[in-house]
């Protein structure tokens, strides 16, 4: 059973820091993809980024509201995804869901299907 | 940014009812297309992915279709455990984006 455990969420101050940790078992987390969605209290869900494998060479993608700021890490010895998110803004109060990716191939189509979350967990940006 | 307008976002409805949600791109997305389900203070649950392909596990009530920009996630034969909130996500380009949400609650 592949599962997704985040850890680091908390109060912080507008301007500071803070380092969300993710960590999978049941899965060989170094052959996928993983993302990172945010969810401010009440509201829709935002994709925040992505980082591809090692094939892939770790490459990142980023929505363009944390882009600057947050930078998507992962140690695929330690089967850990991490999420460093600096300059916090108190649009940035969500709960965190680390994601897996699986590529799945379709008549010839790469689709990437965000199939495991982990439970989530909170960051409140505030003075 | 793609950007997709779901609708409706609030859905009363029946145990046994069809209901239907749409969810329209802005601009031509081929299948990139999943949609979601998310009950209070849980993480989303993925139902349906390049479309119209079900995710293992998922019931088969769930059903869904492509027409273009236009995508449609049917429940046929509600049950009490599909009152929940459903959202769709684009993946054709980044950044990834999803709908604004629907949410099917009991009449």
């Known amino acids: 059973e592949v599962q997704l455990v985040e850890s680091g969420g908390g109060l912080v101050q507008p301007g500071g820091s803070l380092r969300l940790s993710c960590g999978v078992s049941?899965?060989?987390?170094?052959?996928?993809?993983m993302d990172w969605v945010r969810q401010a209290p009440g509201k829709g869900l935002e994709w925040v980024g992505r980082i591809r494998d090692k094939a892939n060479s770790f490459t990142t993608e980023y929505a363009a509201s944390v882009k600057g700021r947050f930078t998507i890490s992962r140690d695929d010895s330690k089967n850990s995804l991490f999420l460093q998110m600096n300059s916090l803004k108190t649009d940035d109060t969500a709960v965190y869901y680390c994601?897996?990716?699986?590529?799945?191939?379709?008549?010839?189509?790469?689709?990437?299907?965000?199939?495991?979350w982990g439970q989530g967990t909170l960051v409140t940006v505030s003075s | 940014d793609i950007q997709l307008t779901q609708s409706p976002s609030f859905l009363s409805a029946s145990v046994g009812d069809r209901v239907t949600i749409t969810c329209r791109a802005s601009q031509g997305i081929s299948t990139y297309l999943a949609w979601f389900q998310q009950k209070p203070g849980r993480a989303p649950n993925l139902l349906i992915y390049a479309a119209s392909t079900l995710q293992s596990g998922v019931p088969s009530r769930f059903s869904a279709s492509a027409s273009g920009t236009e995508f449609t996630l049917t429940i046929t034969g509600l049950q009490s455990e599909d009152f929940a909130t459903y959202f769709c996500?684009?993946?054709?380009?980044?950044?990834?984006?999803f709908g604004g949400g629907t949410k099917v609650e009991i009449k």
């Open positions: 994601v897996r990716v699986t590529l799945i191939t379709i008549f010839g189509a790469v689709h990437g299907a965000l199939e495991f």
């Open positions: 996500l684009q993946h054709n380009k980044y950044p990834l984006t």
């Open positions: 049941g899965s060989t987390f170094s052959d996928h993809y």
